[in-house]
């Protein structure tokens, strides 16, 4: 299905974290083009050894001459040179947030100017852009200020994730419904299709409360999706919620959550709805500064 994730603060996401956009949602499609984010590939198939035993053999016999003439295995002289030193990563502040969902935890832009929140089972990933390619048969969707419900899932999947994007500018219903839209059929689709079925529902209004604490209208579409994908790891079926909000003045910003509905828990779909009804911005006099702990890589 085409997935792919970026970490990293700064690493060119393809998106910029700017809280003056206009008022709304503190990010804005940036430099998409040079974006070269990491495509997450399926794990590789095991050899079948069965089907060419005389593969097998060459291929061992080979790597073990390949070694021999670079001198693995050869008695080699002490070294008097000391071992390298570890090297350790500060990463960088970010700003903290919290949660407005009781006993939940926040998600938080790189500014804090805005936030969401997610269950406690939920793994905050706000300095990862993630999403899925675009194809001849898939839109594609890329996403800022993630989160990810069951990572390692079956390997390098996931059962679900949330993240934050923009629409062009339609209405704030065409936003939501496009969000999910092009989230189910990207997500849970292989690259060159058949593509999931989409079914989005009649929608609600919401609304969003800004730093000054007055209100901007939304709009809350929930859709279910009957996945293509196929194998042991494939959901059968999934939610995407999606909230878009603006004041008709540009392009709606989008809060998305989505998840597998068949292992994401009884209450998914209400996680879900909660999830992208908690996105709110966040004044400044709320936010703090906090620097994750050092990592040494040896």
């Known amino acids: 299905m085409g997935l792919f994730s970026r970490r990293g603060e700064d690493a060119t996401p393809g998106y910029e974290d700017n809280a003056a956009l206009r ?85 938080a832009g790189r500014d ?24 001849a048969a898939v839109p594609g969707l890329r996403l800022i200020t993630s989160a990810f419900l069951g990572e390692d ?22 936003a939501a419904r496009k969000a999910v839209t092009d989230l189910g059929v990207s997500a849970y689709s292989p690259d060159n299709g058949p593509l999931a079925a989409v079914t989005p529902d009649a929608g609600a209004d919401a609304q969003i409360t800004k730093a000054d604490g007055t209100a901007v209208p939304a709009r809350i579409v929930v859709a279910e999706v009957v996945p293509t994908e196929t194998g042991e790891c494939a959901a059968r079926h999934a939610l995407v919620a999606a909230l878009a909000f603006g004041d008709g003045s540009g392009a709606p910003g989008v809060v998305v959550a989505y998840a597998d509905s068949d292992r994401g828990g009884p209450s998914v779909r209400d996680d879900l709805v909660r999830i992208v009804r908690s996105y709110r911005f966040v004044p400044e006099s709320a936010r703090s500064t906090t620097t994750p702990p050092p990592t040494t890589y040896r």
């Open 112 to 135: 804090g100017s805005y936030a969401y929140d997610v269950p406690p089972n939920w793994v905050p990933a706000p300095g990862t852009l993630h999403g899925w390619e675009k194809t």
């Open 23 to 107: 008022g709304f949602g503190g990010y804005e499609p940036a430099d998409a083009p040079r974006a070269q984010p990491k495509r997450i590939r399926p794990r590789p198939k095991p050899l079948k050894w069965r089907r060419a035993p005389w593969f097998g053999l060459v291929f061992i016999a080979l790597v073990a001459g390949v070694l021999n003439a670079l001198g693995v295995g050869k008695p080699r002289p002490a070294s008097s040179s000391p071992p390298p030193a570890p090297v350790v990563v500060t990463p960088s502040p970010r700003a903290a947030v919290p949660a407005a969902v009781a006993g939940w935890q926040s998600v």
């Open 153 to 174: 899932f079956c390997g390098e999947n996931t059962i679900g994730g949330a993240g934050v994007t923009t629409e062009p500018p339609s209405g704030l219903d065409a």
